[in-house]
């Protein structure tokens, strides 16, 4: 009994843990690309697609685009889609109140019209294929695509033959439909139809029915003024069941297990415990909720709780708002007593039973035995803004941001003045770190300088005046495995030399960073040495500073402002920054985690992780203290779908492609060589916001690199040359996930090709003299083009040449090349010309085009903003911008064309 007594209180915490989930909604509007904004039917498919029914049209949205599929007909009013399922065929069914329809490519299909003329409200199906359709004259059985009609009621004018609703009921062989005339049942062997009057009204037609759904044998069905009502199937009874503070039930829905999932038209949505008979969590439009995530309408019109438990929730004239996918795998630490969320956390102390908290707002001391929190600040400490902890000799010594520092007691949890020697050096000052040697000395990096101390005796005070050490602020003091003591200042680094007991500055090789402003530093197992800088790459060196390099350029922590870095126990790296946390196996593969894997903001503090004596890493975030588990890997649910192509558009227009998808699944699409521009749509269905996404891709034929995206999902070739090809796409770090699609572009000397030159041939032998005569005129008229195109354009050297001199002054003052828009007319009124005599100008005397000449400029653009080291502030997108290019591709292409290298080589010859 206590082990029975045990289990039951676990399942009973595991079920409210789910209910207290966090979760946190986004809206689908029209600025997403919906093209209705009320949303009254929802399904998700096997592949992972969700599909939305509106009132115009079914959508199909695979979480980062929607597809439209438009429902053909002049009466809008019929067009209200009713319900969307899959069937075993993976063929996507759809009723509304004009008929039945399937997806068919990119389009709906009316299915059997002359079968089914009326409206469809509800679809089912069998396990042996048989689908049932629950129509407005009654009920329709297709088996093997042939359709039987059945009445519901014996009297054909019954209102009971308006089927609204229905639920298969496999175990009892049964079909259950609500009507207009209230509930019944056929029973699927013999066919037979029975009526269940509902006993608690007096008339079947002063209850409004909607929909239901089933648990347990039990019915629940949702009416339009009545609430959710009861029905035992045992005992055949009706009853009123909870009361959801309204009584328009637009949707219902269960789990399999226990939760009704109900949502109103005037009241949001709810989760009922069919066990406890009560609401345990909802969902509304209301602001003077905060402990909820609110929903921005209480007009829920459809509902659904998919098989990942996202929550989707379609609504009257205002779209979709979902639940965004978020895998569990970070943690923001908080007890029953004390929560970190919502603190910016600055730095971190973990200890056996005691975690130190510092914030902008204090320190908080969490002692996890007593359970018990103190904070700490103003105006027993003389700033708020605690910037380092560091543990040393059973006490946890505390820096401040304009107050000095402290000393906390772990046993009796005072904090206390340093007062070593008597010195009040440390009552106004900012201290920025601590470190320890080998011989059992503190070192204190301040805006005073650096300091030693032995005890309560200081053995050294260092600052720019009586030493080497650079000026400025002290933020890192670290001693490597070599013993080396590296001090990092404002304005550049020097070392400590145990040997001489002296700082060094001048022993720097020539090609050695050691002027940069570094924030923290980090000896990894194999002693390479990683300098954290404020702004800019990392870069790593090793311990005798002979091969020094960076991590930055060409990876996805470019243009990323880097916070810190640490390893664990399997050697790879986590890189914080201001824009995510990455995983880094040292090698080539990057992998983000950022809101999908459970952190609450991007932005990580320049604070050195901790790893606790149970294998926990904790990591310093602006929302929280974070930790991952040590066995992260094992408890890593990853995302529950493979990737797909989702799309191919071929110059501009979608092209259909035979491909279910998925990892290891690869389509194919066979082009025209005129046909030789395509874009790869794609998702992983992770159903977030799309500025987390994040994919490597290559074109094999013409790539041989991975290329990283995020942020964007999909990827666009121009001008492909004949051949064949495969487009190779998979999440970022995942190559597990690998999906694709294989790309032949036909040659002009294919067989179609010959085919039309044999008849053109034939042709030109039955009317070669009229085809003779043509083609001379043709090419009379081509040698005298070029003629009558700038005959009125004659114009002189001398003139070229003044020309040249205000083109050139006009693009060099006015950066005109730097807008992606200008065009030969507009560059052509703003030096003062006929655009006529502007393309004179460059084909007949610069023998260039005229976007040949514009690119030229935007490229030195490029080149110059790389010299003044631009691309340490801004990522490549950015500078591709600032230098007017429309695209990334055509930058990559006509700079390479130019320069005959691509422009992340340019980039590293420059650093060189």
């Not at 009257?316 to 895998?327: A, F, N």
């Not at 990455?582 to 593969?589: A, E, I, R």
């Not at 631009?870 to 997108?877: G, P, Q, S």
């Amino acid at each position: 009994m206590r082990t029975i007594y045990l289990a039951v209180c676990l399942l009973f915490l595991s079920f409210l843990s789910a209910m207290s989930a966090p979760f946190t909604f986004r809206g689908l509007t029209g600025s997403d690309g919906l093209s209705d904004l009320t949303v009254c039917a929802l399904y998700k498919d096997s592949c992972g697609y969700m599909w939305m029914g509106t009132s115009t049209s079914v959508e199909r949205f695979d979480g980062i685009h929607l597809k439209h599929y438009p429902i053909p007909g002049e009466n809008e009013k019929l067009k209200w889609v009713n319900t969307i399922v899959e069937t075993s065929d993976n063929r996507i069914w759809m009723g509304n109140d004009m008929g039945l329809w399937q997806v068919d490519g990119d389009s709906l299909r009316r299915v059997a019209p002359d079968v089914i003329a009326h409206g469809v409200r509800s679809i089912c199906q069998g396990d042996d294929g048989t689908l049932y359709i629950g129509s407005e004259t009654g009920l329709y059985i297709c088996r093997d695509g042939a359709f039987e009609f059945r009445q519901v009621d014996s009297n054909i004018l019954s209102s009971g033959n308006f089927v609204i609703s229905l639920y298969l009921d496999k175990a009892g062989g049964s079909l259950w439909m609500i009507t207009r005339n209230g509930l019944y049942a056929m029973n699927l062997k013999n066919g037979k139809t029975t009526h269940y009057p509902n006993s608690l009204f007096k008339e079947e037609s002063e209850c409004s029915y909607r929909t239901m759904t089933c648990l347990d044998s039990v019915l629940y069905i949702g009416t339009m003024n009545h609430g959710i009502l009861r029905f035992d199937m045992k005992t055949a009874a009706f009853s009123r069941y909870v009361d959801v503070g309204c009584d328009v039930i637009m949707s219902l829905s269960d789990d399999g297990n226990d939760m009704l999932y109900v949502g109103t038209d005037g009241n949001g949505v709810h989760f009922v415990s069919v066990r406890e008979r009560r609401i345990v969590r909802s969902f509304r439009n209301d602001p003077e909720r905060k402990e909820e995530p609110g929903l921005r309408s209480n007009s829920v019109y459809s509902l659904l709780v998919d098989r990942d438990s996202l929550v989707w929730v379609g609504l009257y004239q205002t779209g979709v708002d979902y639940t965004v996918h978020q895998e569990p795998l970070f943690a923001v630490y908080k007890t029953p007593y004390f929560t970190s969320e919502h603190i910016p956390v600055r730095s971190i102390y973990i200890g056996s039973g005691k975690k130190l908290i510092g914030s902008r707002n204090g320190l908080y001391c969490i002692d996890e035995q007593k359970q018990s929190v103190v904070r700490f600040g103003t105006p027993s400490l003389r700033s708020n803004i605690i910037l380092t902890c560091y543990a040393f000799l059973g006490k946890v010594y505390i820096g401040t941001y304009g107050g000095g520092m402290y000393v906390f007691e772990l046993d009796s949890g005072k904090i206390l003045d340093f007062d070593a020697d008597g010195s009040e050096a440390f009552r106004h000052n900012s201290v920025f770190c601590f470190s320890s040697d080998e011989e059992g000395r503190l070192w204190i990096g301040a805006s005073t300088g650096v300091y030693c101390y032995k005890g309560n005796s200081l053995l050294h005070h260092f600052d720019h005046k009586n030493s080497p050490l650079p000026e400025g602020n002290v933020y890192v003091v670290f001693f490597d495995s070599m013993r080396k003591g590296w001090i990092c200042t404002e304005t550049g680094i020097a070392i400590w030399d145990p040997a001489s007991k002296t700082i060094k500055k001048n022993v720097f090789p020539e090609h050695f960073p050691d002027k940069a402003k570094v924030g923290s530093m980090f000896e990894d197992s194999e002693h390479k040495l990683y300098f954290v800088p404020y702004k800019g790459n990392l870069f790593v060196s090793d311990l005798a500073m002979s091969k020094v390099y960076e991590i930055g350029p060409g990876t996805p922590l470019e243009g990323k402002e880097i916070r810190f870095v640490t390893e664990d126990k399997d050697s790879c790296l986590w890189i914080g920054t201001g824009s995510g946390l990455f995983y880094y196996d040292k090698k080539n593969s990057f992998v983000p985690y950022n809101f999908v894997s459970g952190i609450p903001d991007p932005n990580f503090l320049p604070c050195e992780p901790v790893r606790g004596k149970d294998g926990r890493i904790w990591f310093a975030n602006n929302e929280g203290l974070l930790y991952l588990p040590e066995n992260w890997k094992r408890q890593r649910r990853g995302l529950p779908y493979t990737m797909h192509v989702t799309e191919v558009y071929v110059n501009g227009k979608s092209v259909p492609f035979p491909m279910k998808g998925g990892a290891g699944t690869y389509g194919k699409v066979i082009l025209d060589p005129e046909q030789n521009n395509v874009t790869f749509r794609f998702s992983g269905f992770a159903f977030t916001d799309p500025a987390y996404a994040a994919y490597e891709y290559k074109l094999e034929g013409l790539e041989n690199d991975w290329k990283r995206l995020v942020g964007k999902s999909e990827a666009v070739y121009y001008n492909l040359e004949p051949g064949a090809y495969v487009f190779k796409v998979r999440r970022m770090g995942e190559p597990d996930t690998e999906t694709g699609m294989a790309v032949k572009v036909l040659s002009p000397t294919n067989w179609k090709a010959w085919t039309i030159g044999i008849v053109l041939c034939c042709i030109a032998m039955v009317c070669s003299f009229f085809v003779y005569v043509g083609r001379k005129r043709k090419e009379r008229k081509k040698l005298e083009a070029p003629k009558e195109k700038y005959r009125t354009s004659n114009l002189s050297d001398s003139e070229c040449r003044q020309l040249v001199r205000k083109l050139e002054n006009a693009m060099s003052e006015k950066k005109l090349y730097a807008s992606p828009d200008l065009k030969l007319m507009d560059l052509a009124e703003i030096i003062g010309v006929s655009s006529h005599t502007l393309s004179y100008l460059f084909n007949q005397y610069l023998k260039k085009s005229y976007y040949d000449y514009v690119n030229d400029w935007r490229i030195e653009e490029f080149k110059e903003l790389i010299a003044r080291k631009a691309h340490a502030k801004y990522t490549l997108n950015t500078l591709i911008e600032k230098c007017g290019f429309g695209s990334r591709a055509s930058f990559f292409r006509c700079f390479k064309n130019k320069t005959g290298i691509t422009p992340n080589e340019y980039i590293k010859q420059s650093n060189q």
